[in-house]
């Protein structure tokens, strides 16, 4: 796995991203508000009659308590710029299924961002039932 790693914060969050197999580039939005926006660019392969490429969106809810705040990572970049960061423990993996569509129109009322963010991936933009549920308890 080849990995590009870039980082940054905007205004409400904080957006990651890096390469997989060079085929494809993710995007991952970390919203204040508990949203996690994860954004794949999948390049087609023109030999086989792919299109150029195939934009996906999986929206899915996170904890706060699961997060490191922008502040926080601010202050370890200035102490030690260079430094490689490794995580203090292997929470292994987590396996979702995204079995709901979202309309990216509409998606607004759960996340302002998702709208700009999956605008490429409209029909190809999804959510897991639980945080559907959770969201609507919410609103």
Not at 7 to 24: C, E, P
Not at 93 to 115: F, K, L
Request: proline share 3%.
């Amino acid at each position: 796995m080849h990995t590009y790693i870039h980082a940054f914060t905007f205004g409400q969050g904080i957006k990651r991203s890096f390469i997989l197999r060079a085929l494809i580039f993710f995007s991952l939005f970390l919203v204040f508000q508990e949203v996690q926006i994860l954004k794949a660019l999948i390049l087609g392969e023109e030999e086989r009659g792919q299109s150029q490429y195939q934009v996906m969106c999986f929206v899915f809810h996170f904890s706060k308590d699961a997060f490191i705040s922008s502040d926080a990572m601010s202050k370890l970049r200035q102490k030690n710029p260079g430094t490689v960061r490794t995580p203090e423990e292997d929470r292994g993996r987590e396996n979702y299924t995204m079995n709901y569509s979202v309309d990216v129109t509409r998606a607004g009322i759960i996340s302002p961002h998702i709208p700009e963010v999956c605008s490429e991936a409209i029909g190809n933009t999804y959510t897991r039932q639980e945080d559907v549920q959770m969201w609507s308890a919410t609103q």
